[in-house]
C-alpha cells in the first residue's frame, strides 16, 4: 500500500536507482571479480541449487482426486463434525443487574433486544448471538450451563465466570454429522500430499545415498 501513492512510487525509484548505482560501482570496480565475491557466488550457486532441485522434486508429485475419494471413504472418523449448538447471550459486570435482565426478559422485553441494551460482549451488536460452536471452545461455566439447555430456554440464574455473568439462550443444536466430502476435499488433498511428499523424500533421501555414498564422522554427531 505505500507505493499506491505518488510519494510513495517515488520513493521507491529512488531505492531502484540506488541499488543501480551500487551495482554499476562495483561492476566498474571489478568487485565480483574478488575472490570474497566469488565464494559468496559459489556459496549462493549451491544453497539455490538445492531449493530448486527439492523444489522440483516435490511439484513432480501429486494427489489425483480418486486418491482423496478413497481416503475420504476408508477414514469416515476423521470427517465427522462433532456436536454444536448455537446461543445467544447478555453479558454484564454484576449478579444483580443480571437478575434484573432476566427479570425483564420473562416480562416480555426480547432476549436480542436486552443483548443491544445491556450486554458488555461485542456480540451485543448481533443481538448477543455467538453462532455455533462445540465442546472445548467456550470456557467450561459457560459450555457446562449452554450444553444443558433445550433450543429456546434460557439459564434461570446468571452464569459466572471470569468475564462476568451471563444470561444464556439456546438458539439451535446440531447433532454430530459427516462433513460433505466437497467441504474437505482440499484439506484432505493437502493432508495426502504432506504425507506422500514426505514419504517420497525420504525415499529419494534413500536412492541418492546409493549413488552418492555418504560418510558420516563419528566426532559429528
Known amino acids: 500500500n505505500q507505493f499506491t501513492s505518488k510519494e510513495g512510487r517515488r520513493q521507491l525509484l529512488e531505492e531502484l536507482i540506488a541499488q543501480e548505482l551500487f551495482y554499476l560501482e562495483g561492476k566498474e570496480a571489478k568487485v565480483d571479480e574478488s575472490e570474497e565475491f566469488q565464494k559468496m557466488l ?9 531449493t530448486h532441485m ?3 522434486f516435490m511439484m513432480d508429485i ?3 482426486d480418486e486418491e482423496v475419494q478413497k481416503f475420504y471413504d476408508e477414514n469416515p472418523n476423521q470427517f465427522i463434525a ?3 449448538i448455537r446461543a445467544t447471550h447478555i453479558l454484564l459486570p454484576n449478579e444483580e443487574q443480571a437478575v434484573t435482565v432476566i427479570d425483564e426478559i420473562k416480562n416480555g422485553k426480547s432476549f436480542e433486544a436486552a443483548a443491544r441494551e ?3 460482549c461485542p456480540s451485543n451488536e448481533k443481538g448477543g448471538d455467538l453462532s455455533y ?6 470456557v ?3 459450555e457446562t450451563a449452554a450444553f444443558a439447555l433445550e433450543v429456546g430456554e434460557m439459564t434461570e440464574l446468571p452464569v459466572q465466570t471470569q468475564f462476568g455473568f451471563h444470561i444464556i439462550k439456546l438458539t439451535d443444536r446440531k447433532i454430530a454429522q459427516t462433513i460433505p466430502f466437497e467441504a474437505v476435499k482440499e484439506n484432505a488433498r493437502n493432508y495426502l500430499l504432506r504425507e506422500k511428499q514426505n514419504k517420497a523424500f525420504i525415499g529419494k533421501v534413500e536412492d541418492l545415498k546409493q549413488k552418492y555414498p555418504v560418510k558420516m564422522e563419528t566426532s559429528t554427531l
Open 54 to 56: 527439492i523444489a522440483k
Open 82 to 84: 462433532a456436536d454444536s
Open 42 to 50: 559459489i556459496d549462493a550457486e549451491e544453497k539455490l541449487l538445492k
Open 133 to 138: 460452536f462445540s465442546k472445548g471452545q467456550m
Open 118 to 120: 445491556y450486554s458488555i
Open 140 to 142: 467450561p461455566e459457560f
Open 62 to 64: 501429486a494427489v489425483p
